[in-house]
């Protein structure tokens, strides 16, 4: 059952992605499912600051679509967003994850999961994020988002090829299937794609970001996905 959930949504709107790639509103209802929560990109995010692009409107929970279907979610979304239900906080050592498919490519759009998430609704947002683009190939993204001003992005890894573990968009018909794992151990973070380990990074290397937090999930503009949200173990 969908019930409708309080949008924190800040009033600093999302940038469109350029005239050649504009943020399509998807036909919401304005809801989510139970306890979940969202937040909009704020108007800075790197990928959208760029000369000549138009000033967005500022984004509202109806133009993305967000519903339960079968076991998992269905995203369809206008804006980019973070999407978490408050109860799936992780801590000291543990694991979060996540199952994608995709039913059509997105081409260049990137989706993934977050952990160390805090002051999610206001302008010190900060957590450590996991993406893929299995539209432009096998390669994952580590960033850190430390606040609303893109200088604090920490790009602590950039795009990198996995050597063919993220499974790319099916050149027949555009689908893919893919599963993220972030497990925090003691001293370490491990990065895993459908079971395989793709990177591991001492905490040291985390540029300040932290690990424990609200956890969840990224998902960027344009997206059609159905998301299997596993949550936290330990």
Do not use: C
């Amino acid at each position: 059952m969908i019930k409708a959930v309080a949008f924190l949504v800040i009033a600093t709107p999302l940038a469109a992605q350029g005239a050649n790639d504009p943020t399509k509103a998807a036909k919401g209802s304005g809801q989510l499912p139970a306890g979940w929560m969202m937040r909009f990109d704020p108007i800075d995010n790197p990928a959208n600051v760029r000369p000549g692009r138009p000033t967005p409107a500022k984004p509202t929970p109806d133009m993305v679509n967000v519903v339960t279907m079968g076991s998992g979610l269905h995203f369809t979304s206008g804006p980019a967003a973070i999407y978490y239900n408050p109860k799936d906080v992780g801590s000291g050592e543990y694991a979060v994850s996540a199952s994608f498919g995709a039913r059509k490519s997105m081409q260049h759009e990137a989706y993934g999961i977050f952990i160390g998430g805090s002051n999610l609704q206001d302008s010190t947002q900060s957590y450590l994020y996991f993406e893929i683009r299995p539209g432009m190939g096998d390669s994952i993204l580590i960033q850190q988002r430390n606040g609303d001003v893109s200088k604090n992005m920490n790009r602590i890894l950039p795009w990198t090829s996995t050597g063919g573990v993220v499974s790319v968009d099916d050149p027949a018909d555009g689908h893919s299937s893919n599963t993220l794992m972030i497990h925090v151990a003691k001293d370490t973070v491990h990065f895993i794609a459908n079971g395989k380990l793709v990177k591991a990074l001492a905490k040291s290397e985390l540029k300040g970001a932290k690990t424990d937090g609200q956890t969840g999930l990224r998902i960027n503009h344009n997206s059609d996905l159905h998301v299997d949200w596993k949550g936290v173990s330990k």
